[in-house]
């Protein structure tokens, strides 16, 4: 594994630093305490070219190799990890099944205007009663005809406030779900599909996340995606480039939180001398660098599997995301308590890092779940 950037990856990293300075660090605070999703601030984004992602130029995108769309979500979440978020989402869940599973005209419809910024997406997989066993959803397509009727909900899908299309699961047979499980493409405007975002939620304000009800939805046989009854495929298909877009996020926050202690503990002076002579501050110091390092490692590991065309890297995947998330809440612990009661001021960076890191060890799977992954994979009780 070479640890070298290229001279393109290099003027990637300047332009996405420097974009993240001037375009979004001026709002973030502001959207953050409104709970307002930056829609403008990530089309001027997208007409960077950074939102095209891993997506091949003939669907929209840039065409990116994974090390480069690493790159960018990291320096790009050390300012605000939502923006990062909306720029994964071509190259994740939404865009990547289409890609591998969709039809020409979905991939025109659908995926194109989502990697070129157009318009935004939604992934609803998460139900109300389960989160970790996808397999056991309850919400139901009924065939008829040449089209389909869904009913259910979900639970936990964000971007609902700007998602023009969301890309769901149901099963054909409650009975037997995970044989039967299709992925379907909705509209927004399709009579049934119902949106009710949380308020108030403990980090990620500014992605509109919430419920998704389905209330007999007709869906065209046309928005299936891929086959009756792989549905599981198609949602498992983009996994690891999910937890590659979460791992690089939870790395730019880290990073940031260890900038802002560096910092403070730099100023901040105390007995007559910076806070960052004292021992347990740079022990906690310490303790953030080499939990990053760490974490970067296995997240670029990660990035340039798949850039050699890895066919599967779970448990790697796994690793980069457990690793970066727990470094990150880490990192943010240590910036709150080296800023002391600054640090928990609303005014304060790092108590939205705090607040945003928790939730990074919960999506895309707890860490608990990431744990259990890796050691059955090691233990040949996994493939």
């Not at 997506?55 to 929209?60: F, H, L, M, N, S």
């Not at 700007?162 to 927004?188: G, M, Q, S």
């Not at 800023?339 to 928990?344: E, F, L, P, R, V």
């Amino acid at each position: 594994m070479d640890f070298s950037w290229t001279e393109e990856q290099e003027q990637i990293r300047k332009t996405a630093r420097a974009f993240a300075n001037q375009e979004i660090a001026p709002y973030v605070a502001e959207y953050d305490a409104a709970e307002r999703f930056p829609k403008e601030i990530v089309q001027k984004a997208a007409a960077l070219g950074f939102m095209g992602g891993v997506i091949p130029a003939k669907y929209g995108g840039s065409e990116l190799d994974f090390i480069s769309f690493t790159i960018i979500l990291e320096e790009i979440s050390k300012v605000c990890h939502a923006v990062g978020c909306a720029l994964s989402f071509p190259s994740g869940l939404a865009g990547s099944s289409i890609l591998r599973f969709g039809t020409e005209e979905q991939k025109e419809k659908y995926l194109k205007p989502l990697a070129e910024g157009k318009g935004f997406a939604a992934t609803g997989l998460t139900e109300p009663h389960s989160g970790t066993d996808v397999a056991s959803m309850e919400t139901v397509a009924r065939k008829d005809g040449d089209r389909y009727v869904l009913s259910g909900s979900k639970a936990w899908i964000s971007f609902l406030e700007v998602a023009d299309w969301i890309l769901t699961f149901a099963t054909l047979d409650r009975a037997n779900p995970r044989k039967n499980i299709c992925a379907f493409l909705i509209d927004r405007d399709t009579p049934g599909l119902r949106f009710k975002p949380y308020k108030n939620k403990l980090g990620f304000r500014p992605l509109s996340t919430g419920d998704v009800f389905l209330d007999e939805c007709v869906v065209p046989g046309k928005n299936r995606v891929g086959a009756e009854g792989e549905g599981l495929k198609v949602a498992m298909s983009a996994v690891e480039n999910g937890r590659l877009g979460v791992a690089a996020r939870a790395l730019g926050l880290a990073q940031a939180c260890l900038d802002a202690a560096t910092k403070y503990a730099q100023e901040r002076i105390v007995f007559k001398q910076p806070i960052g002579r004292f021992q347990l501050v740079q022990s906690m110091i310490t303790d953030m660098i080499t939990g990053i390092e760490g974490a970067r490692a296995a997240t670029y590991r990660l990035a340039w599997l798949k850039s050699q065309g890895a066919v599967q890297a779970r448990k790697e995947a796994s690793i980069a995301k457990m690793m970066a998330s727990d470094a990150a809440f880490m990192a943010a612990t240590h910036a709150v308590q080296i800023h002391g009661a600054y640090g928990c001021s609303g005014e304060s960076p790092v108590s939205r890092y705090f607040r945003d890191a928790k939730v990074f060890q919960i999506v895309e799977g707890q860490n608990q779940l990431h744990r259990s992954l890796i050691a059955e994979t090691h233990l040949g009780f996994r493939e």
